[in-house]
């Protein structure tokens, strides 16, 4: 296949952030946008993981040029409440703290904390995170730096996410990055399409227009409809239903009562009675909404479940009538069988989307446009495709999906069971059966303790997010060293001298507390920091 003209259908965040990675690194093919001005656009997608450094760089981006324009925030963590049922918070934040285990700890592996929570006393779920990262202070505190001085060990810029306007960006890369760079823009609805004897599209025509838009590739960015990829090419969609049950959601934004307080640089998931609450701080207003199986709540009691969760957290601006501009969103969790099939892409919401626990929406959207960048560069940029090329594309995008698996393993590892809703996913023999068997998570869900190696050994195959799963098992309380197996390994005295090395800890936590609070205490909180730095001042 040669690629010379490229048409997106479909704008909003993954169109034009599609069009942008095109007009940065393929410059030479004809891109084309077509998107309808009758088709809302959906902009709950507001957080992000480190891993949107690497395609700001793809576009050669600053912060400094669009945080402003789309209200951004900055994100250091994912915090979890309640997945315990006892009204527990912990910390996954972002970084590599492999390394920093290794040379700063006392400990020299992860799984010796395992071995710590089951030998010593009164060791909390929380203290993992505190001990494996070294910016769980800044976080608690509600402060921010970008640790030029690299006081806070193992922590740099990359370790940075943000929270933003998905909408707005979308906005902001239309008007101030594609079209000046010379991507076309059409408003029009799509209607139908031509295809030739093989199956590919030729070329697509818009409501109330004769005109015929050809193309050599068509990257179906309409969303949860794909109108190529699914209602026109017949790809399957595999879905993650049996095991992520969460099929509904509510969203709606709240203003501040204090941006000091409030502004925090975590993204946070308190669970419910039927599934989950996120809450996401952006410069002008707070994002928060209510993910639910709507085989547990019907759609009136999710709201008013979700009314008493903004007076207990939000009281000035919940009241007891229903919620005003409410945007109520089906959920489909799955991905297509061929993202990637004959001259049609999916990207976004089109290809594939797992759920808004641990905020894999855009990551899933820009890791797919970077994959296409990737195949057009090795493939003469564009002018060679083979289908070598494009199996490889959809491969590459099924195994991003495994992130699935590490959301299906939140559920998995909570220990709430107060509701219907978690008394099924605890126990429902049907449903425990389903998430073991799913995307290879037999390894990961022993009923079973087991020997302290077994935590590396396992991780070691897994294609996860292993400083995440290992964040999520200590959280959640659950703990795969079994008592029985180290005591069955170590002698009596050798047994003393593993707790006696476990408990050093204790002195390390209070030490580092002390210098890190030090620092803590002179830098600015997140909004002095972005009022500053990115908005000018602004309030």
């Known amino acids: 296949m040669q690629i010379n003209k490229i048409i997106i259908l479909g704008g909003g965040s993954a169109g034009w952030m599609t069009a942008a990675a095109l007009a940065s690194k393929m410059s030479h093919i004809d891109t084309t946008l077509i998107e309808s001005s009758d088709i809302p656009t959906i902009g709950v997608g507001e957080s992000t993981l480190g891993e949107i450094n690497a395609f700001l760089r793809l576009l050669d981006l600053d912060e400094k040029e669009w945080m402003a324009a789309c209200h951004a925030t900055y994100k250091m963590s994912i915090d979890f409440t309640n997945w315990d049922g006892k009204e527990t918070r912990f910390h996954y934040p972002f970084g590599n703290h492999e390394k920093y285990v290794d040379e700063i700890t006392p400990l020299k592996d992860r799984s010796h904390w395992f071995q710590r929570k089951m030998l010593c006393d009164d060791v909390p779920n929380t203290e993992y995170a505190e001990l494996l990262f070294d910016t769980i202070e800044i976080i608690d505190n509600n402060k921010f730096t970008k640790n030029k001085d690299k006081f806070f060990k193992n ?155 903004l007076l207990k957290h939000r009281k000035p601006y919940a009241n007891k009538q229903p919620l005003k501009n409410i945007l109520k969103l089906n959920i489909d969790s799955g991905i297509m069988e061929e993202p990637w099939y004959k001259n049609v892409i999916a990207v976004g919401l089109s290809c594939g989307f797992v759920e808004p626990l641990e905020s894999t929406g855009l990551l899933l959207t820009h890791k797919t446009i970077q994959k296409i960048i990737s195949i057009l560069s090795v493939s003469e940029n564009g002018k060679n495709v083979t289908k070598y090329r494009t199996d490889s594309f959809n491969n590459w995008v099924h195994k991003d999906i495994t992130l699935a698996s590490f959301i299906a393993m939140h559920y998995a590892f909570a220990s709430r069971e107060d509701t219907d809703y978690w008394k099924y996913i605890k126990h429902d023999s049907k449903y425990k059966s389903n998430i073991i068997q799913f995307n290879g998570l037999t390894n990961l869900l022993h009923e079973m303790v087991v020997p302290a190696h077994w935590l590396q050994d396992s991780l070691n195959h897994y294609f996860g997010p292993k400083e995440g799963i290992s964040c999520i098992m200590a959280g959640m309380g659950y703990n795969p060293v079994g008592l029985v197996d180290i005591e069955d390994f170590y002698s009596k005295t050798a047994l003393q001298q593993l707790k006696d090395y476990l408990n050093i800890i204790d002195s390390f936590l209070y030490e580092k507390r002390l210098r890190n609070m030090e620092k803590v205490n002179t830098l600015p909180t997140h909004y002095e920091y972005l009022k500053e730095n990115i908005y000018n001042g602004e309030e």
């Open 155 to 309: 922590f740099t810029e990359n370790d940075i996410a943000y929270h933003f306007d998905a909408t707005l960006f979308g906005e902001w890369l239309k008007n101030e990055y594609c079209k000046p760079k010379g991507v076309n823009h059409i408003v029009g609805t799509y209607v139908e399409s031509h295809l030739n004897e093989q199956g590919y599209i030729e070329y697509i025509k818009l409501k109330d227009s004769d005109k015929k838009y050809y193309a050599d590739l068509f990257i179906d960015c309409t969303g949860f409809n794909g109108l190529l990829i699914k209602k026109l090419m017949k790809v399957k969609r595999d879905s993650f239903s049996d095991v992520l049950i969460n099929d509904r959601a509510l969203a709606t934004t709240i203003p501040y009562t204090d941006k000091n307080l409030e502004m925090e640089a975590t993204t946070n998931a308190t669970t419910m009675n039927a599934g989950w609450c996120w809450n996401i701080p952006l410069y002008n207003r707070i994002g928060t909404g209510y993910v639910y199986s709507s085989q547990f709540l019907t759609e009136d009691e999710a709201e008013l479940e979700f009314r008493e969760y």
